[in-house]
């Protein structure tokens, strides 16, 4: 039975969807509310709208001051939705309470940084080698934007896209997952709130074979922002050869965690452990691969053990919980197909790999001693609490395994020794290396991955680049007529 409807945001109003489908709170396995599944036609409406308002004058004259301070107070009416969009986004994904309060909380920075930047994105002034000509580079706003995001940390992939397209000047039609949409489709009450032009920012969710497919492909749009695994995000290139859109790409990862004998042992094992188990393992940069040099690797699995067990499995609105279920019931079945295979193929179970007992899609915290490479929990990505351990007895040792992946998003490095941390990050194929933490984050740093992790970074001073083109003006500054290019001189 379900006791919310809600509804995509498309031109500044709140359409009655025309069909709907049930999102399942993943806490209890039930339906909890209906969600509008968009149609093309819903599509074509919401872009449609897009570049109306991008080339109206109430948005195309507005000036980038203007549109910061529609930013700014975007990101403060985030911080004061903290606790309702938390909420939501709990209760339709089962992220647990503290995590969704915490993340969301931070997610108002974004939108007050990139509120400031609006008006430093400056343009440049080119002293050509050409008497009398005055060469000027203008930025310009890229166009429509089809910003696709996942349903894990969808308030954050959000505002690292909405921010730098909006302080750019585009418009853009963004997609919520159909797993999990809720805060989205709430969080356009606060765009509206914010006093941002119709059309400026659509909101809507549907399904990747009708809404997905023409909101990648609309022949209007010029830019897309995708957020996904890399399967889809081959449908999403492939559906860009039609329109021809500037794309980039945030993807999955393998990411592997570096422990060296000579770390602190005690806050690397505490890394490792919020690094997997953190959101159920549903993390881009979640730390699925350890690496432990091999003298102190049966200490450290017993610490992790320790962890591991003692994590607090429950309600994930209620806040002494520390781990909630998967978002949905197909992803817990491909994390036990995949543990089994490995557990089959020679991989050993330290801890976990059961179902919790009670309703709900939960899976207990799981380690798995490897022992080689090649088992598909080492090469899969799970996007679950499923770590898999790989041991080393050398630096270049370590260095190849953490390079042993076609993904390269984010990866961590835990030494005492600040050369050997130099060389490991200097040296490992990621867009990411943190050094003796993980998970850290900020408005000011990009992200993005290697290989199959993606294309393109997003957050950072240069984000904003990305939503922008160039235009070169040359002006003629002499007062004396162009000679005529037939008369011989």
């Known amino acids: 039975m379900t006791d919310a409807v809600f509804r995509n945001f498309i031109d500044g109003r709140f359409d009655e969807p025309s069909a709907t489908f049930d999102s399942v709170d993943p806490s209890t396995g039930t339906a909890w509310a209906r969600m509008p599944a968009a149609s093309e036609a819903d599509v074509d409406r919401a872009v449609g ?9 109430l948005w195309r004259r507005m000036t980038a001051t203007a549109r910061g301070k529609l930013l700014v107070k975007l990101g403060d009416l985030v911080a004061a939705n903290v606790g309702r969009l938390a909420e939501l986004e709990t209760r339709d994904t089962g992220k647990i309470i503290r995590e969704t309060r915490a993340q969301i909380a931070y997610v108002g920075d974004y ?8 008006d430093k994105h400056e343009g440049t002034h080119v002293p050509v080698d050409k008497a009398d000509l005055d060469v000027t580079i203008r930025s310009e706003p890229i166009g429509v934007v089809a910003a696709v995001v996942p349903w894990n940390s969808q308030l954050f992939l959000s505002a690292v896209k909405l921010g730098p397209a909006l302080a750019a000047g585009c418009t853009i039609v963004l997609k919520a997952s159909e797993d999990g949409p809720a805060p989205l489709l709430a969080f356009a009450e606060l ?8 059309g400026v920012v659509n909101i809507l969710t549907g399904f990747g074979h009708d809404c997905g497919r ?11 922002a995708f957020t996904g695994g890399p399967s889809t995000a081959r449908a999403v290139v492939r559906n860009t050869a039609e329109n021809l859109a500037y794309t980039t790409l945030e993807l999955g990862g393998k990411s592997p965690v570096v422990v060296f004998a000579d770390a602190d042992l005690d806050s690397a094992a505490n890394a490792v452990v919020a690094g997997i188990f953190a959101a159920t393992g549903q993390s881009c940069v979640a730390g699925s691969r350890l690496l432990v040099e091999r003298s102190v690797k049966d200490e450290f699995l017993a610490r992790l053990k320790r962890k591991a067990e003692a994590i607090r499995i429950g309600d994930p609105q209620d806040p002494a919980t520390e781990m909630g279920p998967l978002a949905t ?6 994390i036990e197909k995949v543990v089994a295979e490995s557990l089959t193929a020679g991989g050993m179970l330290v801890t976990g790999g059961t179902r919790p007992v009670g309703s709900g899609f939960y899976y207990a915290p799981t380690i798995i001693d490897a022992g080689g490479s090649d088992l598909p929990c080492v090469r899969e990505e799970l996007f679950g609490p499923v770590l898999s351990v790989l041991a080393f007895d050398s630096e270049a ?3 190849a395994l953490a390079n042993d992946t076609p993904f390269g998003l984010a990866s961590g490095v835990f030494t005492s020794n600040l050369s050997k941390a130099h060389r490991m990050a200097r040296d490992i194929h990621a867009g990411v290396v943190w050094v003796n933490t993980y998970r850290a984050v900020s408005p000011l740093v990009p992200f993005g991955g290697y290989g199959l992790s993606g294309l393109g970074r997003e957050g950072g001073l240069d984000a904003i680049r990305d939503y922008t083109r160039s235009k070169s003006v040359w002006i003629n500054t002499s007062d004396e007529p162009i000679p005529d290019p037939f008369v011989m001189r």
């Open 214 to 224: 023409r909101l990648t492909s609309h022949p209007l749009v010029s830019r897309v």
């Open 397 to 399: 040792q370590a260095l």
């Open 329 to 334: 019931l197909r992803q817990r079945d491909w």
């Open 49 to 57: 709208a897009a570049h109306r308002a991008l080339r109206s004058d």
């Open 191 to 198: 765009v509206h709130e914010a006093g941002f032009p119709a």
């Open 111 to 118: 939108y007050r940084y990139y509120g400031g930047l609006a």
